[in-house]
């Protein structure tokens, strides 16, 4: 039962967000690459918080969603979680949801199997210890 209202009420925090315009301005190519020639880098940005994200490899299968955040206060300035969707390009299959770990200071990960190949559409909002929530959204092409 708390596990629903933690996630209804997860539900609602994003649905404001997303009302109150919280969007990001999108990848920044070639700033952020690692994880091999198979991954997918972006470097985006909301609320002044750089979020570097790698979803390796971008193929069909099991796939690692790894990000790091560089608030603008810095490594003192803590994120304290994040949660996201992959939704998928066709609305016949379900929306994946995604409750990263923290692998560090302002570091996520999350494993996760993607079925299908296409362009998928991540999404995921950041909590700062403030309170002060990032929301990020980028499309990523899945190969077979």
Request: hydrophobic fraction near 45%; proline fraction near 6%; glycine fraction near 10%.
């Amino acid at each position: 039962m708390r596990t629903r209202r933690m996630a209804a009420a997860l539900v609602v925090a994003m649905l404001i967000i997303a009302a109150c315009g919280g969007e990001s301005n999108g990848p920044k190519q070639g700033v952020h690459d690692h994880g091999g020639k198979d991954a997918f880098n972006a470097s985006l940005v909301a609320e002044n918080v750089i979020a570097d994200v790698t979803v390796a490899p971008a193929k069909v299968g099991d796939v690692i969603v790894h990000m790091e955040f560089a608030p603008p206060g810095g490594k003192l300035q803590q994120v304290v979680s994040v949660t996201g969707n992959l939704i998928p390009p066709d609305a016949a299959l379900s929306t994946l949801v995604l409750w990263f770990e923290k692998s560090g200071t302002n570091h996520f990960h999350y494993e996760l199997a993607v079925p299908t190949p296409g362009e998928w559409t991540l999404e995921f909002d950041a909590v700062l210890a403030d309170g002060t929530a990032a929301l990020y959204t980028t499309k990523v092409t899945f190969t077979s």
